[in-house]
C-alpha cells in the first residue's frame, strides 16, 4: 500500500535549506492542477538541477554497505535531480529528469509539465522494493518543485526497512550534467553476514551456529532476475576437496534495488571448522565472492 501526503507551501524559506532528491522524489504522480496556481508549476530549461541533502536511515539489521554512515548510524549525502533535456516516445516530447546519487544515476523520469499538471509518465529505474508499504510526504513550492520530501517504507510487521529524507539546499537553477561513473564499476549486489536476520554482520561463526544468514542488497537489477548464492568450501579439512560446493539458493529479484536473505542451517554434526566463500551471481553471471570462517 502507497500512502501519499502533499503539503503545499506558499514560502520556501519556511523549510530549513538542505539537499538534493533521490530516488522517491521523481514518483511525480501528483497530477496537479497548473490552474490551482498564478506562478508555473516548475522550471522546465534544460539542465535545470535540483540540489537536495539527502538522509537515509535504514531498520535495525539492514546495512548499505558501499555508503558510509554517520554516529546515528544514517547516511548523509547531497544528491541532485537535474532535467537532462528532452525525449521523444512514440512521437511524444517528453522532459528527461535523471537523479544523480554518488556518482551514479538511480533512475530516470520522463515527465510532462502543462496545464493538466504535472505528470510522470514512465521510469527507466525505480527503488521500491515490493511488497513493502511505503507512506510518502512532500511539500511543494510552485515555480520551485519539491522543497521537501520524507519516504518511509514498512515491512509488512510494520517494522521500519527504511526512511529517506530530502530537503532542497537552494533554488533550482542551471548547473553542467555532472559525471557518471561506468556502471560496471558500481557493485550490482553489497553482501553482509550474519547469525540473525537484523543481527550484526560478521565474517566469523562458531560451528554451533544454528543458522547463517546472507543478506543482499542490489542495485540496478532487472525485474523478474535472479539472484544466486553459492555456498563452497576452501579448506574444511581431508574429507572435503577444495572448491567442494556445499549448497545453493537462488531468488527472484521483484525490483531493481531487492534485497533479500538467504539462510544456511547447521547440519546435525556442527559446521565443520575451516574457510568457506560464497559466490553470487546475478542471472547466472559472476558478480562478487565474499569469505567466512568457521571456528570452535
Known sequence: MIVRRLHRLRDIGRVRPLGAPPWSLVLVLMFLSASAFAAPLLPTNPGTTWRYSMTEELGKGLTISNLKSDADGKVRLSVLYRLDGMEDVDGKELLKFEMHRAGSITNTDLVTVDEHGITCWARIRGEQTSPSRMTIDRWFVPGTGIVKDVTTMRGTDGDLLERISLELAERPKIENRPEVKSEAASK???????????????STFSSDTPQIYVRWQGRRLRKGGKVKAVWIAENIGEDFPQGYKVDEASATVESQNARGAFTLARPEDGWA???????????????DAAKIKIVK
Open 188 to 202: 550490482r549486489l553489497s553482501v553482509t553476514f550474519a547469525n540473525d536476520q537484523f543481527g550484526k554482520p560478521s
Open 273 to 287: 571448522v575451516g574457510d568457506y566463500r560464497v559466490e553470487f551471481y546475478v542471472d547466472d553471471v559472476f558478480v
